[in-house]
Structure formats: structure tokens, C-alpha cells
T-cell receptor, first 114, second 112 residues
Framework: DGGITQSPKYLFRKEGQNVTLSCEQNLNHDAMYWYRQDPGQGLRLIYYSQIVNDFQKGDIAEGYSVSREKKESFPLTVTSAQKNPTAFYLC?????????????FGQGTRLTVV | GQSLEQPSEVTAVEGAIVQINCTYQTSGFYGLSWYQQHDGGAPTFLSYNGLDGLEETGRFSSFLSRSDSYGYLLLQELQMKDSASYFCAVFPGRDSNYQLIWGAGTKLIIKP
């Protein structure tokens, strides 16, 4: 079955540590997105990528980094520069360009700083 | 700037009908989508309106008026499982570098 998979589901990070969240899709989608969601809040865009080897900063990119070496994969690294990383992280994908299609979301990674 | 506005919370009774409004201000517009998110879960797609009018999918309907930059999601015969947050989203296309623009979400509380 086609879909988008995030791992791990829960992640604990120590102060000063970098962690990487995985996002893989087999939907053949060009566009992929990373969002952060805090309790009771909406989605805030961290990074997005429209095509392999290219990505753009979203509204809250500071303290995060991404790569897009393969169409299927868009990992997010939460660096030690991110001062308040505890949040729910959602990865999404959709077909790219001007086509208007639904976005598919992974099940999310809940990151907690310990 | 690009923005969407929707109420932060709506309360309704089981079996009733509820409408969640969304107004948008974006430089480009291809369509308005609605997503549902249960607590702790991922958003899932509910509906899409690219043209003016009403789209119906079972108990859920969505409406769009492009001239008013306004849309709504209508939920009928409310069930307790409909308790969730509902997000509207606009795809402005090239004007937003192909980002989706999201509303802050409306928490729907259903009382028995």
C-alpha cells in the first residue's frame, strides 16, 4: 500500500543533542513538507521541498536542517540550536507544481527533550 | 501576506448540524481544502473546493465562494467520533512557492 511513514513515533532528546526524524513516502510525490505542531495549535511549516536536491525554508526553519537526496526521503534534523524542540512533528507529501491534490501525512513523531 | 481565519473552537450537540467557517486572504488561489485531526493523530483529508458551490461527501459538505474569499465545512448528524480539530488550507500555487497555507484549526467539541 502507498503511504508516508515517519519514524520513530516517540523520540527523546537530551539537551545539546542533534536528532534526526525520518520521513519516507512511496507515493511518487514530488513535494514534501515538515510541520511542527505544539499542543492546541495549528501547523507551522519548517521546511519544504518541491524536487530532489532542492528545499526551501518555511516559517520556523531556525534550528532545523533537512536534505532531499532521494525523491522518497526527506529527513529532518533537529539541532542543538533549536531551543524549544519539544513538539509533534508531521511530515507530508503531495504531487508538485500547480496540481491541486490532497496532502498525505505521516503519523507524526512526538519529540521530547529530557 | 497570506492568512486564513477560522474560529478556534465550536461546540455542538450530538446529532446536530455544525458549520465551521474559513476566510482567506492569499495572493493566489487554486482551491480550499479541509482536513480533520483527532488528538494525537495526523491530519486527514476531508474535502476540496476549486470552484464556487457546495461539495457533498456523506455527512460532510464543503462550500466555497471565491468572490467572498470564504468557505465553510458543514457536518451533519454529528457523532461523538467527529470530535476533532478541523483545518482549512489554501493552495495559492506559484505565489506561495507552492506551499500550502493553513488555518490555525477549529476544535470541535461535541456534547451528548
Amino acid at each position: 500500500d502507498g503511504g508516508i511513514t515517519q519514524s520513530p513515533k516517540y523520540l527523546f532528546r537530551k539537551e545539546g543533542q542533534n536528532v534526526t526524524l525520518s520521513c519516507e513516502q512511496n507515493l511518487n510525490h514530488d513535494a514534501m513538507y515538515w510541520y511542527r505542531q505544539d499542543p492546541g495549535q495549528g501547523l507551522r511549516l519548517i521546511y519544504y521541498s518541491q524536487i530532489v536536491n532542492d528545499f526551501q525554508k518555511g516559517d520556523i526553519a531556525e534550528g532545523y536542517s533537512v536534505s532531499r537526496e532521494k525523491k522518497e526521503s526527506f529527513p529532518l534534523t533537529v539541532t542543538s540550536a533549536q531551543k524549544n524542540p519539544t513538539a509533534f512533528y508531521l511530515c507530508a507529501s503531495k504531487t508538485g507544481g500547480d496540481s491541486v491534490t490532497e496532502a498525505f501525512f505521516g503519523q507524526g513523531t512526538r519529540l521530547t527533550v529530557v | 501576506g497570506q492568512s486564513l481565519e477560522q474560529p478556534s473552537e465550536v461546540t455542538a450537540v450530538e446529532g446536530a448540524i455544525v458549520q465551521i467557517n474559513c476566510t482567506y486572504q492569499t495572493s493566489g488561489f487554486y482551491g480550499l481544502s479541509w482536513y480533520q485531526q483527532h488528538d494525537g493523530g495526523a491530519p486527514t483529508f476531508l474535502s476540496y473546493n476549486g470552484l464556487d458551490g457546495l461539495e457533498e461527501t456523506g455527512r460532510f459538505s464543503s462550500f466555497l465562494s471565491r468572490s467572498d474569499s470564504y468557505g465553510y465545512l458543514l457536518l451533519q448528524e454529528l457523532q461523538m467520533k467527529d470530535s476533532a480539530s478541523y483545518f482549512c488550507a489554501v493552495f495559492p500555487g506559484r505565489d506561495s512557492n507552492y506551499q500550502l497555507i493553513w488555518g490555525a484549526g477549529t476544535k470541535l467539541i461535541i456534547k451528548p
